[in-house]
């Protein structure tokens, strides 16, 4: 075996071990979360029969708190991102969860948890499912359009944008001095 593939296999296991705790982190939570670029969903669950005159709810800009009237709140503390109170909701399901909405101030960075005292995932192994380029900002977008272009270039042993861009540039100098020699002239 190779230092390479020895390499790869311990940070696949690394990788495994990681993703396992996170995993049961999350699972002993008082609470389930999911989160898209733009907002996080919470599911909160209650005793089976609450009502919604039965929860006390608090959505603030850095700050959440769910639980039931005169007990301690099933979660309290501070958000780890600022959220938008006014477009951010909850709601009361099947008499036995509470779902919150909240909407991201910042909708282009993943969170790492909801409550800056709970355990974080690792934002950096996020897949995003149904992602469009559409749902990105136009520089955003155009950023990952050029990735994606050069990503493809460079499989493909082709010039990437900048080192085509730079082939241009060179062209068009030699044009315009075509006593000059660039026979020997290296792009980098």
Avoid at 62 to 68: A, R
Avoid at 106 to 112: A, L, S, Y
Wanted: charge should be negative; aromatic fraction near 4%; hydrophobic fraction near 30%.
């Amino acid at each position: 075996m190779s230092d390479d593939e020895y390499d790869n296999k311990e940070q696949e296991a690394r990788d495994r071990a990681d993703r396992e705790r996170e995993q049961k982190e999350q699972a002993a939570l008082p609470y389930r979360w999911a989160q898209e670029l733009g907002e996080v969903d919470i599911t909160v669950p209650v005793p089976k029969g609450t009502r919604g005159r039965d929860l006390l709810v608090a959505i603030q800009k850095t700050k959440l708190s769910v639980g039931l009237k005169g007990k301690e709140p099933i979660i309290a503390g501070d958000l780890c991102k600022e959220i938008k109170v006014e477009e951010s909701t909850w709601t009361l399901e099947d008499q036995q969860s509470v779902l919150i909405h909240l909407e991201k101030v910042n909708k282009q960075e993943w969170w790492e948890n909801v409550l800056q005292h709970h355990p974080k995932i690792d934002t950096r192994k996020i897949q995003p499912e149904n992602s469009k380029l559409s749902d990105l900002d136009g520089e955003t977008r155009g950023l990952v359009e050029k990735m994606m272009f050069d990503n493809q270039q460079r499989h493909l042993g082709k010039p990437t944008s900048d080192e085509l861009k730079k082939m241009e540039a060179l062209k068009k100098f030699q044009a315009a001095h075509p006593e000059l020699d660039f026979s020997k002239a290296k792009i980098s």
